[in-house]
């Protein structure tokens, strides 16, 4: 099993930037494909982005392709996001998730196997 704990949350203005970061315990988190998600209130919760295990591949939702960026450090056992040039829609409580399965890419919320308690990121206009 792995525990995971995000943070780096936060209010800031339309444009800024924030890093979320993912912090992994109990298995190594190389063992894991890593993913993020989102959902805002009244909303289903919806895929953000994922990085396979060694973090050579990534893969994003359209909404965030080129603001977002996925990374991983497998030796300090946390995995980033890195946010720039935020939107009001971005505002939701982001979510770390592990899951093991051999095909990497996965963005179903259903394909993951363990989550952190959420991080909330709110964008003023």
């Known amino acids: 099993q792995v525990q995971l704990v995000e943070s780096g949350g936060g209010l800031v203005q339309t444009g800024d930037s924030l890093r979320l970061s993912c912090a992994a315990s109990?298995?190594?988190?190389?063992?894991?494909?890593m993913g993020w998600f989102r959902q805002d209130r009244g909303k289903e919760r919806e895929f953000v982005a994922v990085?396979?295990?060694?973090?050579?591949?990534?893969d994003y939702a359209d909404s965030v392709k080129g603001r977002f960026t996925i990374s991983r450090d497998n030796a300090k056992n946390t995995v980033h996001l890195q946010m720039n040039r935020l939107k009001p829609e971005d505002t939701a409580v982001y979510y770390c998730?592990?899951?093991?399965?051999?095909?990497?890419?996965?963005?179903?919320?259903?394909?993951?196997?363990?989550w952190g308690q959420g991080t909330q990121v709110t964008v003023s206009s």
């Open positions: 109990g298995r190594t988190v190389s063992s894991y494909v």
């Open positions: 990085i396979n295990w060694s973090g050579s591949n990534t």
């Open positions: 998730a592990a899951h093991r399965k051999l095909s990497w890419n996965r963005q179903r919320m259903q394909d993951y196997d363990y």
